[in-house]
């Protein structure tokens, strides 16, 4: 089992970011897969979550409006576009995929948000 998550970096203020989360090992379309952050001192933060099929979301009070989660079942694939960003944003980002008691965890990919 593989969550390999890329495309994180440094970006300015009110900038955008995707980030993307490929998977192996696993059924992935039969799996919730969530992205999770964490900043240095601080607790791991639920960001987002999308079903198995892709047709619910939801999101965190602090991203919602401007992030947004996808997924193609095809590629194996879950994204996460991140736009509007701000310093507070800055994290390593996680994904995470999701299915009764099965739990898998990306390594993460850093994201900074900084002038």
């Known amino acids: 089992v593989q969550l390999v998550e890329s495309g994180g970096g440094l970006v300015q203020p009110g900038g955008s970011l995707r980030l993307s989360c490929a998977a192996s090992?696993?059924?992935?379309?039969?799996?919730?897969m969530r992205w999770y952050r964490q900043a240095p001192g601080k607790e791991r933060e639920w960001v987002a979550t999308?079903?198995?099929?892709?047709?619910?979301?939801s999101y965190g009070d602090s991203v919602r409006g401007r992030f947004t989660i996808s997924r193609d079942n095809a590629k194996n694939t879950v994204y996460l576009q991140m736009n509007s960003l701000k310093p507070e944003d800055t994290a390593v980002y996680y994904c995470s995929a999701w299915l009764r008691q099965n739990t898998y965890w990306g390594q993460g990919t850093q994201v900074t948000v900084s002038s």
């Open positions: 999308i079903t198995s099929g892709g047709g619910s979301t």
């Open positions: 090992g696993f059924a992935f379309s039969t799996y919730v």
